[in-house]
């Protein structure tokens, strides 16, 4: 765990594992081997922590992904093919290798990424739970239903799709790419995998893990680049049946019309404004540890962070009182220092966004509380920040900032509660807090969000359905049934007894 090793153990352990950059940039891995853009073309790839040069990464384009997209076509047949029992066997293997090299993941994700070691310590391992739960259910992901009538027995099957896309975010780069690629990999697809070209260094690193534990060649693709490039090229490949993707809703947009002539199958996990309501009858406690938890852990840069807090009028200026001090009292620092609860921003392009809700704050009407004017605008790191006497209508309570900010709003019952928690384009996760049983259930029931936690932070636990409404999202994850359903096609075949009746046509009497 991160509390029992030091800075220096991992600041060596990602410099040691970095160091490949230094003889050549990052290519892309196709078919099992590690080969530059067709064009030659690269990119840098900086760290937020001080902006210094981590290296050149491949640059792909629509040649790499072409070549891509026909190596996964190439071992689908194979990987289809397969038993359950020998996917579960080798997608078990990548979660052990993950588990032993989880210190060099979070390593290389905090250096790469700005995430802080105390999260990032975990992130690999869960990775690792990913690989493991799917690869458990890949003995039975071809399973259907029996479904018998009077003259029929009916039974369904389910079929792997066939090559798919993914593209990943920057944000928790590892666990969210595991997320996805391991149900696809156990359902028996072969996957072209496009990163987020700010946070490119974990998704070969997973890809070399699942080579070393025997993934034939071509079931796992890399292909590194810029989304208008690689990503627009994945998308709009015909090969490709299905594009899982993660980001910003506005992307998921022109993903889905790049989709749209090869009528690809989609599934979308958008952005977020969710909302925390802590009602007065809340165990106050617990519900301040969670607010500040939901919002300023892995830097803010997460779709289910409760960037909006909706606290009962009653209990108002307490709760904020206490909140601001939490929030100043936030460590902000080197993210491969175990103490560090807050890091840099991923890129100085976002630190420039998430800044300028400062001002659009004041010039709303409302007040930051904490944060204002804290920066460096020459270093990703930014304070975090927390906006008070704000009305729903805002930009700040409407608008996903992704970053360390947190816009309080006071309501007075329930039923406004519920209106404000509402009056936004997404519809992802919810938070509430109350004592109140019926309550409860009665806003869980009302909240135009995919999911909802009830005195809890976000805790995944892998059956459940994930995935938003609204502009958060299209479809579901989860377990053999959300995830299986998005990479498998299911057949129904219907056999009938002789008893069945056919009626006939043009048929002449004797």
Excluded at 285 to 290: C, F, G, S
Aim: proline fraction near 5%; hydrophobic fraction near 40%; aromatic fraction near 6%.
């Amino acid at each position: 765990m991160a509390a029992t090793k030091s800075r220096d153990h991992y600041r060596q352990i990602a410099d040691e594992k970095l160091a490949r950059f230094a003889d050549g940039p990052l290519l892309h891995l196709i078919g099992g081997e590690a080969v530059a853009s067709a064009d030659g073309a690269t990119f840098d790839n900086t760290s937020p922590v001080d902006h210094s040069m981590i290296g050149s990464v491949a640059a792909g384009d629509a040649a790499d992904v072409d070549r891509a997209a026909i190596a996964a076509s190439d071992a689908f047949g194979d990987w289809s093919q397969r038993s359950g029992k020998d996917r579960q066997r080798i997608l078990r293997s990548v979660a052990d290798l993950i588990e032993a090299r989880a210190d060099d993941i979070a390593a290389v994700e905090c250096v790469d990424t700005g995430q802080t070691i105390r999260f990032m310590s975990a992130a690999a391992t869960r990775g690792a739970e990913n690989f493991r739960f799917f690869a458990d259910h890949a003995p039975s992901a071809h399973d259907g239903r029996s479904m018998p009538d009077r003259d029929h027995v009916n039974y369904s099957m389910r079929q792997p799709l066939g090559p798919v896309g993914v593209i990943t975010p920057w944000n928790t780069p590892f666990m969210l790419s595991t997320w996805k690629i391991a149900p696809a990999l156990a359902a028996g697809c072969t996957v072209v995998h496009k990163p987020a070209e700010w946070s490119p260094c974990t998704a070969s690193m997973l890809a070399e893990i699942a080579l070393e534990a025997g993934l034939p060649p071509g079931v796992l693709n890399v292909v590194h680049g810029m989304g208008e490039t690689a990503g627009k090229s994945l998308t709009e490949h015909r090969a490709i049946k299905a594009i899982a993707f993660v980001g910003e809703s506005s992307t998921g947009s022109a993903i889905q019309a790049q989709a749209a002539p090869s009528l690809k199958r989609l599934h979308f996990e958008l952005g977020g404004k969710n909302p925390v309501i802590v009602f007065a009858d809340a165990d106050l406690e617990r519900a301040l540890d969670a607010v500040v938890f939901m919002i300023y852990s892995l830097n803010g840069e997460r779709c289910t962070s409760s960037s909006r807090l909706l606290v009962q009028a009653s209990i108002h200026d307490e709760f904020v009182e206490r909140l601001a001090e939490r929030v100043r009292a936030l460590r902000v620092g080197d993210p491969l220092d175990p103490s560090s609860e807050v890091g840099p921003l991923i890129h100085q392009r976002h630190c420039d966004k998430v800044r300028s809700y400062v001002q659009i704050a004041l010039d709303d009407g409302a007040e930051v509380l904490v944060g204002a004017g804290d920066d460096d605008p020459e270093s990703n790191f930014v304070s975090p920040k927390l906006f008070t006497n704000a009305t729903p209508n805002m930009r700040i309570a409407q608008e996903e900032i992704f970053g360390p900010v947190l816009t309080v709003i006071p309501f007075d019952d329930e039923a406004e509660a519920i209106d404000v928690a509402n009056g936004v384009d997404y519809g992802l996760a919810g938070y509430l807090w109350t004592s109140d049983t019926g309550r409860a259930h009665r806003v869980a029931r009302d909240l135009e969000v995919g999911m909802v936690w009830v005195n809890s932070q976000n805790v995944r636990h892998l059956p459940t359905p994930f995935g938003g409404m609204k502009a958060s999202g299209i479809g579901r994850d989860g377990g053999p049934e959300h995830s299986f359903d998005f990479y498998m096609e299911t057949k129904n075949v219907a056999v009938a007894y002789d008893s069945h009746s056919i009626p006939r046509l043009g048929s002449v009497s004797p």
